[in-house]
Nanobody, 123 residues
Framework: QVQLVEDGGGLVQPGGSLRLSCAAS????????MAWFRQAPGKEREIVAA????????YYAEFVKGRFTISRNNAENTVSLQMNSLKPEDTAVYYC????????????????WGQGTQVTVSS
């Protein structure tokens, strides 16, 4: 059974930083693409960043480029999202997700989801 457990959300002031982490179990982690999506109230879930099983291949949504960094550790079965220069519009529930094969930008291509972690950016 695949399990994804996120950690690291919280309240931060604009311009601050947070690091989200996701621990995966029950899958062949080194064969799986990993991604972070987010969902704000009243909005659809959208992709933030993704990393292929071969870590050099990454994708970032335009609105986080230069601010967020996704990384994975295949030895520890974890994926992280370092978020810098946070803005109020980054406030959302952030979800870790995975799929077999190459990364995708579409949420329907991802098979397993974590429970989500709340990120709130406010002064």
């Amino acid at each position: 059974q695949v399990q994804l457990v996120e950690d690291g959300g919280g309240l931060v002031q604009p311009g601050g930083s947070l690091r989200l982490s996701c621990a995966a179990s029950g899958l062949t982690f080194s064969d799986a693409a990993m991604a972070w999506f987010r969902q704000a109230p009243g909005k659809e879930r959208e992709i933030v960043a993704a990393v292929n099983w071969g870590a050099p291949v990454k994708y970032y949504a335009e609105f986080v480029k230069g601010r967020f960094t996704i990384s994975r550790n295949n030895a520890e079965n974890t994926v992280s999202l370092q978020m810098n220069s946070l803005k109020p519009e980054d406030t959302a529930v952030y979800y870790c997700t995975t799929r077999n094969g190459d990364l995708s930008r579409s949420r329907v291509d991802y098979h397993y989801w974590g429970q989500g972690t709340q990120v709130t950016v406010s002064s």
